[in-house]
């Protein structure tokens, strides 16, 4: 199975933006809702914003109203829009159908210094 593909992480203060982009297989990306997940040193595995095929949309309420998640269909992606980053922010940032089906990629780093 074809790795999903995260890319657009970087190191900002807080208050900074930063856009996530996601390539997916079409075979995850066309079947299932798509979310955006992170993973801080010691912590598990989180879901902080997911998007179905008709753009119904869902966040966790740490990040509801900051981030935005959003697709493109013709290329197979999903965005992550982060806006007022907070230190707390700081994690490696994955994407994967929302039932964790997709073969995980290697993340995304994104680091917000206070």
């Known amino acids: 199975q074809v790795q999903l593909v995260e890319s657009g992480g970087g190191s900002v203060q807080a208050g900074g933006s930063l856009r996530l982009s996601c390539v997916a297989p079409?075979?995850?990306?066309?079947?299932?809702?798509m979310g955006w997940y992170r993973q801080a040193p010691g912590k598990q595995r989180e879901v902080v914003a997911s998007?179905?095929?008709?753009?119904?949309?869902s966040y966790a309420d740490s990040v509801r109203g900051r981030f935005t998640i959003s697709l493109d269909n013709a290329k197979n992606t999903v965005y992550l829009q982060m806006n007022s980053l907070k230190p707390e922010d700081t994690a490696v940032y994955y994407c994967?159908?929302?039932?964790?089906?997709?073969?995980w990629g290697q993340g995304t780093q994104v680091s917000v210094s206070s």
């Open positions: 998007i179905s095929s008709l753009g119904r949309t």
């Open positions: 994967n159908a929302l039932d964790r089906s997709g073969r």
């Open positions: 079409a075979s995850v990306f066309n079947y299932h809702p």
